[in-house]
């Protein structure tokens, strides 16, 4: 005859064993899947957003991405809505802006709110929409036909940069390939980085266009360590070209970049992709597919 005890003992042993497993799944499903908040540069959807910015977003938000960075703010708006109605919108569809592209203003967007034209303004809308930081995206031509160009932009990538840091915003600088080519007999990228004050500034390295101008982000990462907080994360074609193509269908290897984040002081990335030979919707879903692939 069996013991009475020894069913209750069975039944608190398997107990035992159970939440030991539950346990140690939970912990293991939280390592091994981390949330990921993947974010989208808006510019990949510029002729969406200019028809109907609500839809896109609306759609950006559907494919699963969680952050978005803003470009083409002006005269106080952000894609034509003011800063609350923007930041409103965002906040219904679950999307959040870490990060926004700014310009100059010395060829374009020469109404207030870039860094030539009412600065603070634009400061205090990023701060408004909650973005932490504000990228300067793009030097044209025009603006950067010599040396002491880029000497010049030294001087005001600081000064820009003590305003947003009063409004609790990190500056950064966003690269093309055009800043790894020697100019007066130095490369210009490495000017901006040994002229700014790399608390000031900081750098939003496009992982494509490094790549095409033939450096390692890698060997950026170990050079610079910490310096580089936001990426654009975009592949390249196999081809002679070395076309923009969707994240994981190109020749970059995204896993042993951003197996050095921490090196680098990633807090954010961004997809883009400049030109897309599919429906930029299509491309950006590719992308995000994708990037679910990556440890991060």
């Avoid at 990921?36 to 510019?43: A, C, F, P, R, S």
Wanted: with cysteine; aromatic share 12%.
């Amino acid at each position: 005859m069996n013991s009475p005890e020894k069913p209750g003992r069975r039944q608190v042993l398997k107990l035992s064993a159970l939440t030991a497993a539950a346990a140690l799944t939970s912990r293991f499903d939280v390592l091994a899947a981390p949330a990921k908040k993947v974010g989208l540069q808006l510019y990949t959807l510029r002729d969406e957003m200019g028809r109907d910015p609500v839809g896109t977003l609306k759609k950006v938000a559907r494919i699963g991405y969680k952050e978005v960075e803003s470009f083409g703010y002006a005269g106080g708006k952000f894609f034509g809505k003011k800063p609350a109605e923007y930041a409103a919108l965002l906040k219904d569809l679950g999307l959040s802006t870490p990060s926004g592209h700014y310009v100059t203003g010395k060829v374009m967007m020469k109404d207030e709110g870039s860094l030539i034209n009412n600065w603070k303004r634009a400061v205090d809308d990023a701060a408004a929409i909650g973005q932490k930081y504000m990228v300067c995206a793009y030097l044209f031509p025009e603006e950067r036909t010599k040396l002491d160009d880029y000497k010049k932009y030294v001087d005001l990538f600081n000064k820009s940069a003590e305003v947003c840091r009063a409004a609790g915003i990190q500056f950064a600088y966003h690269n093309h390939d055009f800043e790894f080519k020697a100019l007066g007999g130095k490369v210009p990228y490495n000017v901006l980085l040994s002229g700014t004050d790399p608390k000031l500034v900081q750098l939003e390295l496009d992982l494509y266009w490094a790549t095409f101008a033939g450096q390692d982000p890698v060997a950026l990462f170990k050079k610079h360590p910490g310096r580089f907080p936001l990426w654009h994360i975009k592949d390249m074609e196999k081809t002679p070209e070395r076309a923009f193509a969707e994240v994981g269908t190109g020749s970059i290897n995204f896993q042993r970049i951003f197996d050095a984040r921490k090196i680098a002081g990633m807090t954010h990335y961004f997809v883009e992709q400049d030109v897309c030979k599919r429906p930029p919707l299509e491309a950006i879903a590719i992308s995000y597919k994708n990037v679910q692939k990556l440890k991060v």
